[in-house]
């Protein structure tokens, strides 16, 4: 059959097989990344995942991961820019899923109103998704998908070159409202060691405040995006050295967001109406107590008392024009800056005997926030004695960081003397994940305690064996976590972790698949923000917390023929052990302090499904797809916010593209169109309404239109110029992929982009 695996790519083609490739490879059969040919006509046992190519990536205008996947109806992202952004796979949200740079990840939280996720495109060369549940050998913490990237890489750049060194340079502009510029340069010579090769990469991307689609206006009377602004660079640096069937690649990533910036990130309070309360110390105040409040606070400003708030608890505040007023202060608005570290050694050794490949690597990544000044902010200011609390009005600095190590074996094993029974060959994975991280909070922690810390660590055993016209995967994982709370309380648990699939080649063209996966993710730490030991208390972990364990049962069919590609998938998945924080009560063993158990409450349900057509013949392409997913907290009492899971509406995704043969010019029209949740379907908590300041809310449904062009005048990759047009008709909208309130942050409107790169 013309799908059936090769022997010698097998170790690659697994990889296809059991997490597949995308929209963006339906115009070929297969997906060429640095040199490697990986076989993706055979799509495994999980849905197609979205595959991002560098000469993709090239030949777009996106900055973005948001610009970057958004032909992946299955993959949401909010409003904003930076990590004002929400990420969720199949609705669930970046507590749940990862973000893997060179097999470098975290699950750690800075704070619930921002995103968890920073990744600047220009630094990797290909970018996967992977959903749900992943197989044994999918990692630490697997269970509901991972954004998976690799960065640039010298070696790979210049290996179907027939020059030693090269370089890159881009800039592209944006009316709505930014300009970018980036630099590469890489080399390889050979020594007496063998190859070494380099790579220096540098990304620039500033963003004014962007506008809103027509008819968005927030209270201040205009049409921008307060606090949106951002300053954003990126650098890369990465060594190499090749020597026999081993290479050894050291390098270092550093990302950085700069701006005014509120503390949570995930609002625009410009569309947040000033409010007083009407109930203040157990006192119910009048109205002549409040207009004093305002006349303190807000001297000659002229404000009064306007209509009540739904649930009647407060005031709003108007001007002297009867408009109401915009509460910017109470997201602390101040210069802060966002960053991410990775620092990664990697080997790779091929035809060891025992394994014919080995890759491993150790890493230190960094996540983390600097603040000009934390005055007025209540995260970390609340309840802190007078004789420690400084006002806050200087600077500081919060970060997870994770230490981490992995070594995985790959073996193939050709069954010569079974080939009479249908046996072919079988892939045979192993090996071991490590990693330890520490949460650190901001201006010192509580004398007495010390900081969160957590080590997972995992070996799995993976078989993947062809059998006639199947392909059967089976695979066991272990894994341990062992957390150390901030009043130096553990806990440790273990768990097995089965993964089973299986694929069907019914024929040449067609194969059905099946799955049945358990993984775990282990409890996650307070956020860094509220683990000072003031506000939410010391955090502490209940004797009998478990890893959450997720169960992940999925079906789905591949059709590839000739020029027509089609596939689908349904899923159901049910998480035991969902994380949660009971409330804070009075420490046991200090009168001054509270504690907050970490531990488990309830479960999760999701299920939903992904269907897609393509179609690539000689200049054409088309594709389509549709997702939906329902994700559920069950008899949990946490609050519903978007870091676990969201509710999206039905998601429809449609591109058409034609490329002229001379002048080389593609042209493209890209659309998405999203279906509207009603209020009582917005909360993921069950039979819960999801309101904000008393306002039952819905998600509206969108519409948004891009158009977008690609040439390259020398008819190759040497040169491209790239023209779009995003959100034709300046749709307002706002993505479905962040909390269902009125000062959620709106998608941007119209914006004409170009931009160019120029590889030599």
């Known amino acids: 059959m013309a799908n059936k695996f090769q022997l010698l790519p097998l170790t690659l083609a697994v990889s296809a097989a059991f997490t597949t490739t995308a929209f963006a490879a339906v115009s070929q059969p297969k997906v060429v990344l640095a040199g490697d040919t990986v076989v993706s006509d055979r799509q495994g046992a999980k849905i197609k995942t979205n595959v991002v190519t560098l000469r993709e990536k090239d030949e777009s205008t996106a900055t973005d991961l948001r610009s970057l996947l958004q032909d992946e109806p299955a993959i949401g992202f909010g409003g904003g820019n930076g990590t004002s952004q929400f990420v969720s796979i199949r609705g669930m949200g970046h507590n749940a899923i990862d973000l893997k740079i060179d097999n470098a990840y975290q699950d750690g939280q800075l704070h619930y109103h921002q995103g968890r996720f920073m990744l600047d495109p220009q630094m990797v060369k290909v970018v996967s998704v992977q959903k749900g549940a992943g197989f044994a050998s999918a990692g630490i913490g697997a269970t509901n998908g991972a954004i998976v990237t690799k960065t640039l890489d010298a070696d790979e750049l210049l290996r179907n070159s027939d020059k030693d060194y090269g370089f890159k340079v881009g800039a592209g502009l944006s009316t709505n409202k930014g300009h970018s510029y980036h630099g590469s340069a890489f080399g390889k010579a050979q020594t007496g060691f063998g190859q070494v090769d380099a790579l220096v990469s540098y990304n620039k991307v500033d963003d004014s405040d962007y506008k809103g689609g027509k008819g968005y206006t927030n209270l201040l009377g205009n049409d921008v995006v307060t606090r949106s602004a951002l300053d954003k660079s990126s650098f890369l640096a990465k060594v190499g050295l090749t020597t026999g069937d081993h290479r050894f690649v050291v390098s270092h990533l550093n990302e950085v967001h700069k701006g005014i910036r509120g503390v949570r990130e995930e609002f625009d309070f410009a569309n947040r109406a000033l409010t007083l309360d009407i109930k203040k110390g157990g006192k119910t105040r009048t109205e002549a107590e409040l207009l004093t409040e305002l006349d ?105 960081s994770a230490k981490g190590a992995n070594i995985n074996f790959d073996k193939e094993f050709n069954h010569s003397l079974l080939k009479g029974f249908g046996v072919d060959h079988t892939l045979l994975k192993y090996g071991i994940n490590y990693r330890h991280q520490e949460a650190v909070p901001p201006r010192g922690i509580r004398p007495g305690f010390q900081h969160q810390e957590k080590t997972d660590a995992g070996v799995y055993l993976e078989a993947v064996n062809q059998i006639n016209d199947f392909t059967i995967n089976t695979g066991v994982r272990v894994d341990r976590f062992d957390f150390k709370a901030m009043d130096g309380k553990k806990v440790g648990k273990t768990d097995i972790n089965p993964s089973f699939g299986v694929i069907y080649d019914v024929n040449p063209n067609l194969s059905v698949s099946g799955n049945l996966i358990y993984a775990t993710r282990s409890p996650r730490f307070a956020d860094a923000i509220l683990s000072r030991g003031f506000r939410d208390g010391v955090i502490s972990i209940a004797d009998n917390a478990k890893a959450e364990k997720a169960r992940n049962t999925e079906i789905g069919f591949n059709y590839n023929n000739g020029p027509y590609t089609a596939f689908g ?160 008709f300046n749709k307002n909208y706002r993505p479905h992929t962040q909390r269902a309130s009125i000062d959620t942050l709106p998608g941007a409107g119209r914006d004409f982009r170009v931009g160019v790169n120029f590889t030599y």
Do not use: C
């Not at 230190?364 to 000044?373: A, F, I, Q, T, V």
């Open 569 to 728: 998938s349904y899923f159901w998945q049910r998480v035991n052990n969902a994380r949660a924080a009971a409330d804070a009560i009075q420490h046991p063993n200090d009168n001054t302090a509270q504690i907050t158990y970490l531990g488990n409450q309830g479960h999760q349900t999701n299920h939903g499904y992904e269907l897609g057509v393509g179609y690539a013949d000689g200049a054409w392409r088309a594709r389509a797809g549709v997702a939906h997913s329902k994700p559920t907290m069950h008899n949990v009492k946490f609050k519903a916010n978007p870091e676990y899971a969201v509710r999206t509406g039905r998601t429809w995704t449609a591109d058409v593209a034609y490329r002229l043969p001379n002048p080389s010019v593609e042209l493209g029209v890209r659309h998405t169109l999203v279906e509207g949740v009603d209020a009582k379907d917005t909360s993921i908590m069950s039979g819960k309404f999801d309101d904000k300041d008393g306002a039952i809310l819905n998600r509206e449904g969108y519409n948004v239109g891009d158009i977008y062009a690609n040439w390259k005048p020398y008819g190759n990759d040497k040169v491209n110029v790239n023209f779009a047009v995003n959100n034709v």
């Open 296 to 400: 303190k606070k807000y001297p000659g400003q002229g404000y009064k008392l306007g209509s009540k708030t739904p649930d009647g608890k407060k005031y709003n505040v108007v001007d002297a024009n009867g408009k109401l007023v915009a509460d910017l202060d109470r997201n602390n608005p101040t210069q802060r800056e966002t960053y991410q570290k990775l620092t990664n050694l990697e080997w790779t050794g091929k035809n060891l005997g025992f394994a014919n490949e080995v890759t491993a690597n150790v890493y230190k990544l960094e996540h983390g926030r600097n603040s000009s000044s934390d005055k007025g902010n209540s995260y970390i200011l609340r309840v802190v004695p007078d004789t420690i609390n400084d006002n806050g009005d200087s600077s500081s600095s919060m970060y997870v």
